[in-house]
Structure formats: C-alpha cells, structure tokens
C-alpha cells in the first residue's frame, strides 16, 4: 500500500480552537499535514485520508519546538469558516 503525504497551510485572522486542542490557539498561519493511502483493487488511482494534522509552537518544551496534534478535519474547516464569517459581521 503506497501513502502519500500532502502539506499545507491554514490561515486564521482571529484565535480560534479546535477540539483536538486543549488551549486556544493564537491568529496566524498554521502548517498542515494531511497523509492518504492508496486504496487498492479499484480501477483508478485513488486514496483515502487517514491522518490530518496540524503543526502548533510547542511552547513548554523549548524555544523553535513544534507539535503536531491530529484534528478532525469537519472540525477545522467549521473553524476555518468561522472565522471567515467573523469578518462579515459588523
């Protein structure tokens, strides 16, 4: 089985949480990590997502440390959207 790993960025205006987190996050651009599988026996190539990460400053460890914690992805993109509407309202 071939996996494929897919990274990104996500951009947040304003603070935000996500369940997978204990605390709330700052504003800023966030690293995304999202890994598939190949799904084997169908006559395309296709895959499936299996993992979907998102890197965060590890700030009790050191100075430049990063974590990575596994969300949900319906969770972060509720968050994503969230936040673009805070934008429109008045």
């Known amino acids: 089985m ?3 790993t ?3 960025t996500v951009t947040f205006l304003r603070p935000f ?4 987190l204990d605390n709330p996050q700052p ?3 966030y690293r995304l990590v999202v890994d598939e599988d ?3 026996g169908v006559s395309i190539l296709a895959y499936r997502r299996v993992a979907t990460m998102l890197q ?5 460890v050191r100075v430049g440390a990063v974590q990575f914690h596994l969300v949900d992805p ?6 994503l959207d ?3 509407a805070a934008l429109d309202e008045p």
């Open 2 to 4: 071939s996996r494929r």
């Open 6 to 8: 897919q990274e990104s």
């Open 17 to 20: 949480t996500l369940k997978a």
């Open 27 to 29: 504003a800023g651009t």
């Open 38 to 40: 190949e799904i084997l």
């Open 56 to 60: 965060t400053p590890a700030l009790a």
């Open 74 to 79: 319906a969770d972060l993109t509720a968050a």
């Open 82 to 84: 969230a936040d673009r």
